[in-house]
């Protein structure tokens, strides 16, 4: 059974990384929630799993006798999504301590009377029943990363060969 989500998982992959890169801008353009640069670095990690799922379409549809390589793949990025997402997560908890004043974010229109602030990294913007969105990004990027492995290794199905 779920060797047949193989063929289609990068588009899952694709469609879920795609929304949560939409989801952020959504709360950042609409919701005026901007981001702190260990949000923006979340971010990275799903224009990199939106990459490897557009090179595992790719893949599937030259070699799909081995499409689990492709799953495989984009597990191994959501293994650095889930890593920089539990990161966050563990500095807006004081678990670590990390220093966020990188970059300004926000309206970058030049203006010398404005102030450019860059928001804390350890306090969220956002929480819903107490988790933040690093903490929600972190819990699917952990079920994406391993749903990725357990496609890839599932045994193939006696239709499949």
Not at 65 to 82: C, D, E, P, S
Not at 102 to 111: E, I, N, Y
Request: glycine share 8%; net charge neutral.
């Amino acid at each position: 059974m779920l060797s047949r989500l193989r063929p289609i998982w990068p588009f899952i992959t694709l469609f879920a990384s795609g929304a949560l890169l939409a989801a952020a801008h959504a709360f950042e353009r609409i919701g005026g929630l901007r981001p702190c640069p260990l949000c923006l670095d979340q971010r990275e990690w799903h224009w990199a799993v939106v990459a490897a799922s557009i090179l595992g379409i790719a893949w599937v549809r030259f070699v799909p006798t081995r499409a689990w390589i492709g799953a495989f793949v984009i597990g191994l990025v959501y293994v650095g999504a889930t890593g920089m997402a539990g990161y966050h997560f563990a500095v807006e908890q004081h678990w670590i301590i990390a220093q966020c004043d990188v970059a300004p974010v926000g309206d970058l229109t030049f203006d010398i009377n404005t102030e450019l602030v860059v928001p804390s990294c350890d306090t969220p913007a956002w929480t819903l029943f107490g988790i933040s969105m690093a903490g929600y990004n972190g819990l699917i990027s952990l079920a994406l990363m391993l749903a990725s492995f357990v496609v890839a290794f599932a045994p193939r199905s006696k239709a499949n060969g």
